[in-house]
């Protein structure tokens, strides 16, 4: 494979671990939530309840999925970008099949750009 495509080829498997794990930590703090209610219902403090399931160190735990998650998106959707570069396109066609300007198209390409469509 061409040098850009392996890079999708890795992007889009990185990716997708990701957000194997992001379902994954959802799954778990539902099953969390449920238990917390169960738990609130029966009579225990919020502060105790707080310490018990040691919520800060889970919420820290979803965000950290979740910013994996974006940062897999962003260099997924630069080297999709990137690889029809490579190909001889321009930055026009990319920005044509992306749907966004040729600036943004050209950030995405470089990396440099934080938010728009994805892939």
Do not use: N, W
């Not at 309840?49 to 998650?69: F, N, Y």
């Amino acid at each position: 494979m061409a040098d850009g495509v392996d890079r999708v080829v890795d992007d889009v498997r990185r990716y997708r671990v990701a957000t194997q794990e992001l379902i994954a930590g959802l799954g778990s703090r539902t099953a969390s939530s449920d238990e917390d209610v169960v738990k609130l219902v029966g009579g225990m403090t919020m502060t105790d309840k707080m310490h018990q399931s040691q919520s800060a160190r889970k919420s820290r735990g979803l965000t950290d999925r979740r910013e994996a998650v974006e940062a897999a998106r962003r260099d997924l959707r630069g080297s999709v970008a990137a690889a029809p570069v490579a190909e001889g396109r321009s930055t026009a066609e990319i920005a044509e099949r992306f749907g966004v300007t040729r600036q943004l198209a050209s950030r995405i390409i470089h990396g440099s750009a934080e938010s728009g469509p994805p892939t």
